[in-house]
């Protein structure tokens, strides 16, 4: 049973940066797929950053030119790079996991079957 622990938000001024990282209670198998995720207050979840079966990286166009996923190369941690953060990224960021990994594919949020807890981001 794959366990999926966040870390590294926190608050910080606007033009800050971040790094969240995301640690695997075992190494996710090579078909696996995983990606960040974020939810404020009102909002729904939106996908952040992703990779997807080809190693394609996949970033929403809010967070483009300014935050950067990437993963070791055992697949036992991910991590979302963000820089000069802004308010509106204030949001609890959640990292997943996918075994909808296919080549050509592009997992959907609904295929995300595994999820961390969270980690708080607060950007003032």
């Known amino acids: 049973h794959v366990q999926l622990v966040e870390s590294g938000g926190g608050s910080v001024q606007a033009g800050g940066s971040l790094r969240l990282s995301c640690e695997a209670s075992v190494t996710i198998h090579n078909n696996y797929c995983m990606g960040w995720f974020r939810q404020a207050p009102g909002n729904a979840r939106e996908m952040v950053a992703d990779v997807d079966g080809e190693g394609r990286i996949h970033l929403a166009d809010s967070v483009k030119g300014r935050f950067t996923i990437s993963q070791d190369n055992a697949k036992k941690a991910l991590f979302l790079q963000m820089n000069d953060l802004t308010p509106e990224d204030t949001a609890m960021y959640y990292c997943?996991?996918?075994?909808?990994?296919?080549?050509?594919?592009?997992?959907?949020?609904?295929?995300?079957?595994?999820w961390g807890q969270g980690t708080q981001v607060t950007v003032s």
């Open positions: 997943a996991a996918t075994s909808m990994c296919l080549s050509g594919y592009r997992p959907r949020e609904a295929d995300y079957m595994i």
